[in-house]
């Protein structure tokens, strides 16, 4: 063999060898889905959290727009506010009721906008809606079509509030009163005698539950849902607030009765009565005996809500910032009475029995 032949055999490229691929071992594989399952555990709350976020600033909008509404409203009939409802024949609930959705919602884009995407229930029907001609529900003139929700029945027979067909959102009614004919006592509200129109309440979220809107007049009749009422935060006592409530109808209300301002620490868990809990313990056709304030969902959304004000702007809010007697936004004078100052409750705000804070603007 030459020297050159040499060479060229030398230099060839040998077949590699084939190897067969090594498969992971169950360690590797236990150590992979540990690592999914963490990154799992952190993404999933994070997206949940988003996702509730962008609820809530679909529910910030819904509200700034009633806001905007009820502004538009005010322009449009001498500078005041209209009532939180009314009834049809200015004598008593048997025709139905006029609510203030009804009234507004000529300066709304849809009536969609009084449902809360934080609403478990998509909003709450009318407290009076036809159940149809032939009185079983689901037919084209149920509701305009909306129905009920699980467990709900109309209050009477054949009569169609004038209302949102769902409704996830509530009055103040120190603002939006209770004037349910004629001869109440209560005023509607002009917009001049709100000195702080920015810092005091209008809007509020409507609760999830039923049972808590059934007030006193719950046992009848029966499993109506109450969701034409209004909310306040007006108590006729300094202490053992959670029962003691301010209805804003009747003349001893509006005229000549003491009127102090909530104390967060005396509705909610620890030195009170939690009466957000205790009120959903209500089944329907009873009652419950808690203030109006019940009537809200205040931690609609990451333990706070979102509240629209008298000047049509909303913000969101935990219960307990909104009921800061220092900065009261529910209200510093009963407004649909002779507009007397509402007292100090919390020792934290001054001395009890005596006026809010700031309400000796006007």
């Known amino acids: 063999m030459t020297i050159e032949m040499g060479l060229k055999q030398s230099w060839r490229i040998k077949p590699m060898m084939k190897r067969t691929p090594r498969a992971f071992t169950l360690i590797e594989l236990l150590v992979v889905i540990a690592i999914i399952a963490i990154l799992a555990a952190i993404l999933f709350p994070v997206f949940a959290q988003a996702r509730n976020k962008a609820r809530q600033a679909s529910d910030l909008s819904n509200m700034k727009q009633q806001g905007l509404a009820i502004m538009q409203y005010v322009q449009d009939y001498d500078e005041t506010y209209p009532m939180a409802y ?161 209805a804003g109808e009747l003349p001893v209300d509006l005229t000549s009765t003491t009127v102090y301002a909530v104390q967060g620490s005396q509705i909610q868990a620890g030195t009170g009565t939690d009466i957000f809990a205790e009120c959903k313990k209500t089944p329907p056709g009873t009652t419950h005996p808690y203030i109006h304030l019940a009537y809200i969902q205040p931690d609609r959304f990451n333990n706070g809500a979102n509240y629209a004000f008298a000047d049509g702007h909303a913000k969101w809010f935990k219960l307990n910032a909104t009921l800061d007697q220092r900065n009261y936004m529910w209200g510093k004078r009963v407004h649909p009475g002779n507009n007397q100052r509402v007292l100090i409750s919390d020792p934290a705000a001054g001395t009890v029995g005596q006026p809010l804070p700031g309400s000796d603007s006007l």
């Open 86 to 246: 009314y009834y049809k024949n200015d004598n008593n609930d048997s025709g139905g009721y006029v609510h203030w959705s009804f009234m507004c919602q000529p300066y709304i884009k849809s009536i969609d906008l009084f449902k809360s995407p934080g609403d478990p229930n998509g909003g709450l029907p009318p407290t009076n809606y036809n159940a149809g001609a032939n009185g079983t529900y689901g037919d084209s003139d149920d509701n305009a079509g909306y129905g009920g929700v699980d467990g709900s029945t109309s209050k009477t027979a054949g009569v169609q509030d004038d209302q949102a067909p769902r409704l996830s959102y509530t009055a103040n009614g120190n603002i939006l009163p209770r004037k349910r004919r004629t001869s109440d006592t209560a005023n509607v509200v002009p917009q001049a005698l709100i000195s702080d129109t920015a810092g005091e309440i209008l809007l509020a979220p409507l609760t999830n539950n039923p049972g808590c809107i059934a007030d006193s007049s719950g046992a009848s009749p029966g499993a109506a849902f109450k969701s034409h009422r209004s909310t306040n935060a007006f108590t006729t006592a300094a202490t053992g607030q959670a029962t003691l409530k301010w």
